[in-house]
């Protein structure tokens, strides 16, 4: 896919309407991600098959509420509306999921609704004391192949950081048919409330100090797979973020909390002092300084793999 521009709006709220998809491309994205629909929404569908011969009519208006309000047919027509309000720029699909059985038949129809590619943001949080780390890369391949045999379109793989080998599970997901990864996806974090004793959701958003794991596994990734286009994510929001993130060998940034929090100003800011940086340092496109900090081309690229605190530490300690 070839983008007007880096800057691409991150599946979330943001892009859950279509003419809202429509001001992101007048604001100057280069591209956006529509909200995920949730595999469960998908399912909703055959559960209202199952609901219609139950027992319990109640149920079965549940279930077709919620279908209504979160069914894939809503989904599609999103997808076409908000191909319909953006002239330029790729509408990217994006399903949230942890298997494939039994939704991927539904990627053929958002590749006919006009998606240009499909985000799969897969995940499941596997707490199993006996469950084996190969069986989760196994887990994630056989839904990346059971999507890339039903479409054309190209699929990007969005993934988290709680991977232990995430260049050979990159190299991996390549092999099986993806065309390019979201590097990372951040996920709904728990935090406790010590007044009340309990559980409470985390802030959503992102902090600016979140982007050095992103930087160090683009500049890794990328460095070993240079075919390999990844969207950085987590953590980009200012425009020094993202050519840090090309530098580092992002083919594109996703933006989200900087959005949710600042506003669709933040695109043409950030794409005049992105060019304005491009002048000074002369650079006429791009593709000139993507990658130049990458693994394979720093000249100091042993800091991306540097994990211990030894020196910074004891030069440093005050108590
Ligand atoms: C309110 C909110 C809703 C989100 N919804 C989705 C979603 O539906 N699908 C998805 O893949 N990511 C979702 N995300 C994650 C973002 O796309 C992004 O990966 C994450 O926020 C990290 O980027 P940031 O640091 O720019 O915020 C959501 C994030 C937020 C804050």
Same mark, same amino acid.
């Given at each position: 896919?070839?983008?007007?521009?880096?800057?691409?709006?991150?599946?979330?709220?943001?892009?859950?309407?279509?003419?809202?998809?429509?001001?992101w491309e007048e604001a100057g994205a280069g591209a956006v991600v529509l909200k995920s629909l949730f595999e469960e929404q998908i399912e909703a569908q055959g559960?209202?098959?199952?609901?219609?011969?139950?027992?319990?009519?109640?149920?079965?208006?549940y279930v077709r509420a919620y279908v209504r309000a979160n069914g894939r047919e809503e989904y599609l027509q999103l997808i076409r509306d908000s191909k319909a309000?953006?002239?330029?720029?790729?509408?990217?699909?994006?399903?949230?999921?942890?298997?494939?059985?039994?939704?991927?038949?539904? $990627?053929?129809?958002?590749?006919? #609704? +006009? =998606?240009? %590619?499909?985000? &799969?943001?897969?995940?499941?949080?596997?707490?199993?004391?006996?469950?084996?780390?190969?069986?989760?890369?196994?887990?994630?391949?056989?839904?990346?192949?059971?999507?890339?045999?039903?479409?054309?379109?190209?699929?990007?793989?969005?993934?988290?950081?709680?991977?232990?080998?995430?260049?050979?599970?990159?190299?991996?997901?390549?092999?099986?048919?993806?065309?390019?990864?979201?590097?990372?996806?951040?996920?709904?974090?728990?935090?406790?409330?010590?007044?009340?004793?309990?559980?409470?959701?985390?802030?959503?958003?992102?902090?600016?100090?979140?982007?050095?794991?992103?930087?160090?596994?683009?500049?890794?990734?990328?460095?070993?797979?240079?075919?390999?286009?990844?969207?950085?994510?987590?953590?980009?929001?200012?425009?020094?973020? $993202?050519?840090?993130?090309?530098? #580092? +060998? =992002?083919? %594109?940034?996703? &933006?989200?909390?900087?959005?949710?929090?600042?506003?669709?100003?933040?695109?043409?800011?950030?794409?005049?002092?992105?060019?304005?940086?491009?002048?000074?340092?002369?650079?006429?496109?791009?593709?000139?300084?993507?990658?130049?900090?990458?693994?394979?081309?720093?000249?100091?690229?042993?800091?991306?793999?540097?994990?211990?605190?030894?020196?910074?530490?004891?030069?440093?300690?005050?108590?």
């Amino acid at each position: 896919m070839k983008l007007r521009n880096p800057l691409i709006v991150g599946s979330s709220g943001l892009t859950s309407k279509a003419d809202k998809n429509g001001k992101w491309e007048e604001a100057g994205a280069g591209a956006v991600v529509l909200k995920s629909l949730f595999e469960e929404q998908i399912e909703a569908q055959g559960d209202l098959l199952m609901a219609g011969a139950s027992d319990y009519p109640e149920a079965e208006d549940y279930v077709r509420a919620y279908v209504r309000a979160n069914g894939r047919e809503e989904y599609l027509q999103l997808i076409r509306d908000s191909k319909a309000a953006c002239h330029v720029i790729p509408v990217i699909a994006s399903v949230n999921c942890y298997r494939a059985d039994t939704w991927a038949d539904f $990627a053929a129809e958002i590749e006919r #609704a +006009g =998606a240009d %590619a499909l985000e &799969l943001n897969v995940f499941y949080l596997d707490t199993d004391i006996h469950s084996d780390s190969r069986e989760v890369l196994r887990h994630y391949s056989s839904i990346l192949k059971d999507v890339r045999r039903r479409i054309s379109i190209p699929i990007i793989m969005k993934i988290g950081k709680g991977f232990s080998t995430i260049p050979a599970f990159v190299n991996r997901l390549q092999g099986f048919g993806a065309n390019a990864v979201v590097l990372f996806n951040r996920y709904y974090r728990p935090d406790i409330d010590i007044e009340r004793c309990r559980i409470v959701a985390a802030p959503p958003f992102s902090d600016p100090s979140e982007l050095g794991d992103t930087l160090r596994w683009t500049a890794i990734v990328s460095g070993a797979l240079p075919d390999m286009p990844i969207a950085a994510s987590t953590g980009v929001h200012t425009w020094q973020d $993202a050519i840090k993130c090309i530098l #580092a +060998g =992002a083919s %594109a940034v996703q &933006l989200c909390s900087t959005l949710y929090k600042h506003g669709a100003k933040v695109i043409p800011e950030m794409i005049t002092q992105i060019a304005d940086w491009m002048e000074h340092t002369k650079y006429e496109s791009v593709e000139e300084f993507r990658g130049r900090l990458s693994l394979s081309n720093a000249a100091d690229a042993s800091m991306y793999e540097r994990t211990q605190f030894m020196k910074y530490i004891s030069s440093r300690e005050t108590i």
